[in-house]
T-cell receptor, first 114, second 113 residues
Framework: DTAVSQTPKYLVTQMGNDKSIKCEQNLGHDTMYWYKQDSKKFLKIMFSYNNKELIINETVPNRFSPKSPDKAHLNLHINSLELGDSAVYFC?????????????FGSGTRLTVV | GNSVTQMEGPVTLSEEAFLTINCTYTATGYPSLFWYVQYPGEGLQLLLKATKADDKGSNKGFEATYRKETTSFHLEKGSVQVSDSAVYFCALSDAGANSKLTFGKGITLSVRP
């Protein structure tokens, strides 16, 4: 059983389109995250949700909108895609009161905007 | 704010060579420290962790010791294998609830037969 699963694994789309990436975790964790990994492999947090409540919202364009229908799911919707949005997006989860023990990551979604 | 600095890469070693990847950090309080590994085409996996000063994390032959006096968490392995080829990330999180992970830039390790 996959602990943190993301779909799709690959996404190729044209500039200006709107797309969504889905994430689900079956670990019973109450906190979920989106990270962006750029072409140089640098990882930066974008958002985190705890029990469906937005906790962290780093400096991210408002074209990016996370949505958490329940604590097992955190989706990422991106409007008006730009070339610079091309990256690998990782979902992760953890338990709020055990954040110091690390996260569990999904396998990533490689987004390519052409 | 918190930050993590890793040595510049990439690193190329021969099989059975000794590996050291340097990592230093800046943080307030007493963070937890981690090494994550990303194999080609995959997501990040937790390799090892240490949650307080002088703790040693270990896994799969890799080790790292939490050194508060030098604010370091260097990763070592006595004899690398080709299968260790991957990107390695040092990271920290503040102690307590809702701890955000802050990553270093990552370093690519290539091990040749």
């Amino acid at each position: 059983d996959t602990a943190v699963s993301q779909t799709p694994k690959y996404l190729v789309t044209q500039m200006g389109n709107d797309k969504s990436i889905k994430c689900e975790q079956n670990l019973g964790h109450d906190t979920m995250y989106w990270y962006k990994q750029d072409s140089k492999k640098f990882l930066k947090i974008m958002f985190s949700y705890n029990n469906k409540e937005l906790i962290i919202n780093e400096t991210v364009p408002n074209r990016f909108s996370p949505k958490s229908p329940d604590k097992a799911h955190l989706n990422l919707h991106i409007n008006s895609l730009e070339l610079g949005d091309s990256a690998v997006y990782f979902c992760a989860s953890s338990q709020w009161d055990r954040g110091a023990y690390g996260y569990t990551f999904g396998s990533g979604t490689r987004l390519t905007v052409v | 704010g918190n930050s993590v600095t890793q040595m510049e890469g990439p690193v190329t070693l021969s099989e059975e060579a000794f590996l050291t990847i340097n990592c230093t950090y800046t943080a307030t309080g007493y963070p937890s420290l981690f090494w994550y590994v990303q194999y080609p085409g995959e997501g990040l996996q937790l390799l090892l962790k240490a949650t307080k000063a002088d703790d040693k994390g270990s896994n799969k032959g890799f080790e790292a010791t939490y050194r508060k006096e030098t604010t370091s968490f260097h990763l070592e392995k006595g004899s690398v294998q080709v299968s260790d080829s991957a990107v390695y990330f040092c990271a920290l999180s503040d102690a307590g609830a809702n701890s955000k992970l802050t990553f270093g830039k990552g370093i690519t390790l290539s091990v040749r037969p």
